[in-house]
């Protein structure tokens, strides 16, 4: 339902972030990655990492939503906006208190409350386990990657590795972004 005046780019962005999909630009052409399991397609390793750039780190535990308020059409209301709230359980224990961080999220195009319900179970399911940050340098020679691929890094130190998805690349600051936060700068 679009029942607002935006750009185009703006209503297909709000559409693929529903589906869980990435919207980038390359080439002149606008391309749509829908957020499915793949292959790697470049594992980076101590033979193509720059010698100590390798680091990692975590997200603030205090960024990460644990309670989302939902918007959502409803058909049932002529397409009027209705809202709930989802919370994590940690909340919902008697014997716990814990700190309220609340995220807003707007669903566009989604009709049906168990979908809505469903991407905001996703999404808070996600902020907990998609915490790590992981950056280094590598040669441009070493770098076949395009905004979507999945990456392996591995390390070697035995059952310390990493894999993502690159969701963005900036030209200005040779860095590219990964889909777990994480970021790396190409020399």
């Not at 962005?13 to 869980?20: D, G, L, R």
């Not at 600051?173 to 777990?180: A, D, G, H, I, P």
Request: with cysteine; glycine share 6%.
């Amino acid at each position: 339902m679009i029942d607002s005046s935006k750009s185009a780019l703006e209503w297909v962005q709000a559409i693929t972030s529903i589906m869980q999909a990435t919207l980038y630009y390359s080439e002149g052409i606008l391309w749509i990655d829908i957020n499915r399991p793949k292959p790697i397609t470049q594992l980076f390793n101590m033979s193509n990492i720059i010698s100590g750039s390798f680091g990692q780190s975590g997200a603030s535990y205090k960024k990460i939503p644990n309670v989302y308020e939902v918007q959502w059409p409803n058909p049932a209301r002529t397409y009027e906006y209705s809202m709930f709230r989802i919370e994590h359980m940690d909340l919902q224990a008697q014997d716990i208190m814990i700190e309220e961080r609340k995220a807003a999220m707007n669903l566009v195009g989604v009709t049906r409350y168990s979908h809505a319900r469903r991407l905001a179970k996703y999404a808070l399911l996600a902020g907990r386990t998609n915490t790590k940050t992981v950056s280094f340098k590598t040669a441009t020679n070493a770098l076949r990657c395009m905004v979507s691929d999945v990456i392996g890094i591995q390390h070697d130190v035995p059952q310390w590795g990493y894999g993502a998805r690159v969701v963005d690349y900036d030209s200005l600051t040779r860095t590219v972004y990964l889909s777990n936060d994480g970021e790396f700068k190409v020399n």
